[in-house]
Each structure stands twice: as structure tokens, then as C-alpha cells.
């Protein structure tokens, strides 16, 4: 929804609220978007209604079809805080209610075992899956291997693009991530090569607006439903399957590679009051909860852990307990 004009009542509102939000640090791009399609929906059916109403808040709030609950939870929580700042202008705004955003169905990560890896990529790099375009046999491999490897969410590897990776100094800059988060991101000299090679095929004639994973068109980025429809193939000639121990994802892959990255930091006995902080940006996370997380899942999948890492923290890290998605 690029250069989206405003056009409903609350247009000003709108604009200063984003005003807001971006003079106290953040980049509000998701915000933006679906604040712009709160806009759409006041202007199309509510044109002349000046306050934010009951009618208008809970219309917003109502699921659509094939949403997922993250989505309407974002789309709830935005209307939320522009209600609020409403309010705090002394205007009348209906402020949804928190019983309309809905409760995640806790998710338990799956860690792929270093067999499952091998097994992943083997059937990758065979192309032994079926696949619309030849290109695909060709990103694909570096793509996987780029998530698993440096811990990209999915939706970050994608939108990388061209001007975005420096192949000479093997670094990848990661931009409008989740919680806005901008970070960089270093490549093993042996993923460096690897991208080095797909670049030299792919990008013959590359500008800084490609994106740098496509299949047939650079200026069009490889879907997400495509690279999951694919990955539900590969994991199934892989022979690996929803079990007690999960429903294997490819955001499994940040998982696992946050689990790998604790559990050497812990067996070559690093300092992990220092660690864990460049963990935490390595990964974008904003809290240190989310890389917490991690240090229980690896007691977890690795008992023989605890031990050395109490030894470290005191025995602050307590055992898991629950889900946690992130």
C-alpha cells in the first residue's frame, strides 16, 4: 500500500499519531500499513462519522478469513493505541477491548538433530522436489542455508536485497525487521563463498533494488506460501514428520540455530553474561527474554547443560516451563 493517501475524518489524527510514534524512535512501517487500512475501512463505510466509535472499533476487530491470530492481534493492538492517543487529546474514542485479542496457541520450537540438517540439504541440493521455475533449483539452496545458518526470520531473508549485501566483506544488513530492529549480520567465509557464487549466476546485471533471492523476476520477491509449499515437500522426502517433539517449520531453523549457538558458547565454557548480549542483537531480539528462551530450550534438549551454566549464572536461568512462540 505504498504512497497511500489518507482520506477519512481522521486523516489529521492519523498523521499526527504516526508523527508520534516516530519521533519517539520507532519506524512504525507495519503500524503505518494497517493504520492506512483502518483509514480505507472509515472512509468506505464510515465517511461521515467524525469520532472513533463502538461500531467502527469492533468492525475493525472482527477476524477475516484465514487470518492467523498474530495478524489480528496486530491489527487490534494499532486501533488500540490510536484510541488511546485520541483519548489523550480529549476526543471520544472507543478502545477495544483486550477480550478481542485472541489467545496464541502456544507453538513448542522443533529443533532439527544435525542428521535432519544433513537430510534437509541433501534433498535440496539433489533437487529432488518438484519446482515451477529452474532459478529455484539455484536460490533455493543458498536461501536455506542463509536462514539456517546466520538465524534470519523468514520474512528477513526475502526482503534482502541487492544493495543490502556486501559480499566483500561478507555482511548482511538487515532493515524494518520485527520490533525494528536494524542490525548486521556477519556470513562464515564458506556461506560468503556460496553467495559470492549465486550472485555471479543470478545477478548479472544487478541494481541495488533487486531483491537478492528471486526466481524469474529480481524485482519480485519469492513468496512466502512458495517457499513453505516447497520445505513441506523437502521435509516429507526427508522422512521428517510432526511429532511429540513438534510441527518442524522453517523458522525452526532460527531455533535451532540459536539452541547450536548457546550449546557451543556453554561447552567451550565462554562467558555467557557476555554472550548472551551479542546473541541478543545478532538476532534482533528487543528483550532478553526472547534469548532467555533459548538457554532453557537448551537445558531442555541438552540436561547436561544445566550443570555448566549455573556455574556461570548462579542458577539464575531456571528450568523451561510452557511455550514460548516468538
Known amino acids: 500500500m505504498k504512497n497511500y493517501v489518507l482520506k477519512s475524518n481522521f486523516q489529521s489524527d492519523i498523521h499526527n499519531f504516526l508523527n508520534v510514534k516516530r519521533s519517539s524512535g ?10 492506512e487500512q483502518f483509514d480505507m475501512l472509515c472512509s468506505s463505510k464510515y465517511s ?16 477475516r478469513k484465514n487470518e492467523s491470530c498474530s495478524s489480528l492481534e496486530n491489527r487490534i493492538v494499532v486501533v488500540r493505541e490510536f484510541a488511546r ?17 485472541p489467545k496464541k496457541q502456544k507453538y513448542k520450537s522443533y529443533i532439527y538433530s544435525n542428521t535432519e540438517i544433513k537430510k534437509i ?9 518438484g519446482c515451477y521455475h ?10 536455506f542455508r542463509v536462514l539456517y545458518c546466520c538465524g534470519l526470520r523468514i520474512s528477513e531473508a526475502l526482503n ?33 563463498d556460496i553467495c559470492i557464487e549465486y550472485f555471479n549466476q543470478m545477478h548479472k546485471r544487478a541494481l541495488d533494488e533487486d531483491f537478492f533471492f528471486y526466481t524469474k523476476n529480481p524485482q519480485i520477491p519469492i513468496k512466502k506460501s ?14 521428517i514428520e510432526k511429532s511429540k517433539q513438534g510441527n518442524p517449520r522453517i523458522h525452526d531453523f532460527r531455533h535451532t540455530f540459536a539452541v547450536n549457538c548457546l550449546k557451543k558458547f556453554v561447552n567451550e565454557g565462554k562467558d555467557l553474561t557476555a554472550y548472551l548480549p551479542i546473541l541478543k542483537i545478532y538476532m534482533g531480539h528487543s528483550k532478553f527474554k526472547s534469548t532467555e528462551y533459548y538457554l532453557k530450550l537448551t537445558n531442555d534438549m541438552f540436561p547436561d547443560i544445566l550443570e555448566k551454566v549455573n556455574s556461570y549464572t548462579g542458577k539464575a536461568i531456571p528450568r523451561i516451563g510452557g511455550s514460548y512462540e516468538e
Open 160 to 192: 534482502l536485497k541487492v544493495k543490502h549485501v556486501d559480499l566483500k566483506n561478507g555482511v548482511i544488513a538487515v532493515y524494518e525487521a520485527k520490533n525494528d530492529n536494524d542490525r548486521l549480520v556477519v556470513l562464515s567465509d564458506e556461506l560468503k
Open 85 to 101: 492517543y485520541l483519548n489523550s487529546l480529549n476526543k471520544t474514542a472507543f478502545v477495544i477491548p483486550t477480550s478481542y485479542i
Open 134 to 143: 529452474k532459478n529455484t533449483y539455484i536460490a533455493f539452496p543458498v536461501l
Open 48 to 63: 461521515k462519522e467524525k469520532n472513533l466509535t463502538k461500531d467502527i472499533a469492533l468492525e475493525w476487530a472482527i477476524p
Open 26 to 35: 520507532y519506524k512504525y512501517t507495519t503500524g503505518q500499513t494497517l493504520i
Open 226 to 239: 512458495t517457499l513453505r509449499k516447497s520445505f513441506r515437500l523437502i521435509l516429507s522426502l526427508a522422512g
Open 121 to 129: 540439504f541433501n534433498i535440496i541440493d539433489d533437487r529432488r522436489y
